[in-house]
């Protein structure tokens, strides 16, 4: 018989084979059944009146987020017609936020701030981002960090759409 400090395992000589201890076999069972709830944890967002394709996977494994389909889902929304900007959050676990903005040009989102860093980044048309007497503007392709608790606006120079990423808890 073989000896550990942890346990002791027994070897049957005729079988060639070790039996593994009771308690490590249903701690093992226990491990298997926590990842799978773990997996099985996904967070969805259902569809609604005011957004009717709106189902879609917010948080698992690997979440895949197509965004030009998104962008036409926002611009084909009631809400992009008759309001200066439309959002829809893309993703979300308990540490990041993604959420894809359209903004029509010359609207702006109000001041205001993230109590986590963040980042911006454009994917179609131009937008100034204003923090105090700072003008920043970024255009497709360019991204901004902004770091927590920074007081900042956000005004569309052309129609626009951009990434915010949230990290950290919101």
Request: glycine share 4%; no cysteine; net charge positive.
């Amino acid at each position: 018989m073989a000896r550990s400090s942890l346990f002791t395992l027994e070897h049957d000589a005729t079988l060639k084979r070790f039996f593994i201890p009771y308690w490590i076999k249903t701690a093992t069972l226990l491990q298997n059944l926590i990842a799978k709830q773990t997996m099985s944890q996904n967070k969805r967002i259902e569809a609604t009146s005011i957004r009717p394709d709106g189902d879609r996977l917010l948080y698992a494994p690997l979440v895949e987020m197509n965004i030009n389909k998104f962008i036409k889902q926002l611009k084909s929304e009631e809400a992009w017609n008759k309001d200066k900007h439309n959002t829809i959050t893309i993703y979300k676990s308990d540490s990041t936020t993604i959420v894809l903005r359209g903004m029509h040009k010359k609207s702006t989102r109000k001041s205001g701030k993230v109590n986590s860093d963040a980042t911006i980044q454009v994917l179609k048309g131009k937008i100034k981002i204003l923090a105090g007497a700072t003008t920043i503007q970024l255009k497709r392709g360019q991204m901004l960090g902004i770091s927590a608790d920074t007081e900042h606006s956000v005004e569309a120079v052309r129609d626009s759409f951009y990434l915010l990423t949230v990290i950290g808890t919101v």
